[in-house]
């Protein structure tokens, strides 16, 4: 039985486009808890236990992968990358980020792979290939 991530966490406005997501995460069979935020304000709040996400205790969430969309209102993508880099580490964790995007502007690649947070670009859709691409890559222990 292979070893599953403890969270994977969606940033994504769109909610047609989370379900899918959510669905193909599933029958990947690399996590058991999924969570959806709409926008990189509401996954800062996640990531802190702040706001509607707040709890008691100290523990934060540190999901293992984040799935990050770039045009989002409220935060976007670029925006929560500025937040997300100023947070403690003991709130982030070891958290791998990938910018998932219908952007083909080339600029917005070149961008995401000069942030040290960012750990990947995929294009949309998300598929059962891009998943089993990001295991192999940044979790090949949990294979």
């Known amino acids: 039985m292979k070893k599953k991530l403890n969270c994977v966490l969606l940033i994504d406005d769109d909610k047609g486009t989370n379900f899918i997501n ?3 995460i599933k029958k990947a069979g690399i996590t058991d808890h999924i969570q959806t935020v709409l926008n990189g304000k509401e ?9 509607k996400f707040e709890k008691d205790d100290d523990v934060y969430p540190q999901p293992m992968l984040t799935l990050l969309d770039i045009n989002m209102p409220v935060m976007d993508g670029w925006e929560f990358l500025e937040v997300y880099h100023q947070l403690e ?3 982030k964790g070891k958290i ?3 910018m998932l995007t219908t952007s083909l502007n080339p600029d917005d690649k070149k961008r995401a792979q000069g942030i040290d947070d960012v750990s990947d670009f995929k294009n949309k859709p998300l598929s059962l290939e891009t998943i089993s691409n990001i295991m192999e890559t940044h979790f090949p222990d949990f294979l």
């Not at 996954?43 to 706001?51: L, Q, V, Y």
């Open 22 to 24: 959510q669905m193909i």
């Open 89 to 91: 580490e003991h709130q």
């Open 96 to 98: 791998i980020i990938v």
């Open 43 to 51: 996954a800062i709040d996640f990531i802190t236990n702040k706001g």
